[in-house]
């Protein structure tokens, strides 16, 4: 079974990124995440990553549709 709360170095594995880009995504709002325990170590939840990941899907079809590839030859 998957644990349901990642630590932020496992998101950046997931996604391929730095620890300190998701340490911003998370600061900045744009992933959610809690903060748990008495030092306050960052988690974010898998269900909330997943959703994260689904965004970005249709943030980046949208930004396609938007920006459509040209002939640079003008063939």
């Known amino acids: ?21 998701v340490y911003h995504m ?10 748990i325990g008495g030092r306050g170590q960052w988690r974010v ?3 909330r990553l997943e959703e994260y990941i689904q965004q ?3 943030e980046t079809a949208e930004w396609v549709r938007g920006n459509p590839l040209t002939d640079r030859d003008g063939e």
């Not at 079974?1 to 880009?21: H, I, T």
């Not at 998370?26 to 959610?32: A, D």
């Open 56 to 58: 970005k899907y249709a």
């Open 26 to 35: 998370v600061r900045s709002g744009e992933l959610p995440a809690v903060k």
């Open 1 to 21: 079974m998957e644990p349901r709360f990642l630590l932020l170095s496992d998101v950046a594995a997931e996604l391929n990124v730095s620890d300190s880009q």
């Open 45 to 47: 939840e898998r269900a």
